[in-house]
């Protein structure tokens, strides 16, 4: 059964920055799209950073620019440097991987692993 853990995060001043990670273990996929998604009280979950097993990133609107994804040489691992972070990046991030192509839809539904989370808080 694959298993996704994530680590780093915690709190930082707006225009601070934070890098976060995940590894995804026992997925049994030769390829596979990793995503960082963001979930902040009352609001829904949101794509943020997918990233393929070729390296080839994509990000939503709200964070280009900002934030950079990178994938492990082992290509079970990645990695999401937030910069110039703002109070309303503050939310529950959450790791991912799905057996499609990473898409613009950012669809939860398209994603079968995914990991507990880490709180990212950033203060004005």
């Known amino acids: 059964q694959a298993q996704v853990a994530e680590s780093g995060g915690g709190s930082v001043q707006s225009g601070g920055s934070l890098r976060i990670s995940c590894i995804v273990s026992g997925y049994t996929y030769n390829r596979y799209c990793m995503s960082w998604f963001r979930q902040a009280p009352g609001k829904a979950r949101e794509g943020v950073a997918g990233?393929?097993?070729?390296?080839?990133?994509r990000y939503a609107d709200s964070v280009k620019g900002r934030f950079a994804a990178s994938r492990g040489n082992t290509k079970n691992t990645m990695t999401l440097q937030m910069n110039s972070l703002k109070p309303e990046d503050t939310a529950m991030y959450y790791c991912?991987?799905?057996?499609?192509?990473?898409?613009?839809?950012?669809?939860?539904?398209?994603?079968?692993?995914w990991g507990q989370g880490i709180q990212v808080t950033i203060s004005s």
């Open positions: 990233i393929e097993s070729d390296g080839s990133p």
């Open positions: 991912a991987a799905s057996p499609y192509y990473c898409s613009d839809s950012w669809s939860p539904s398209d994603y079968n692993a």
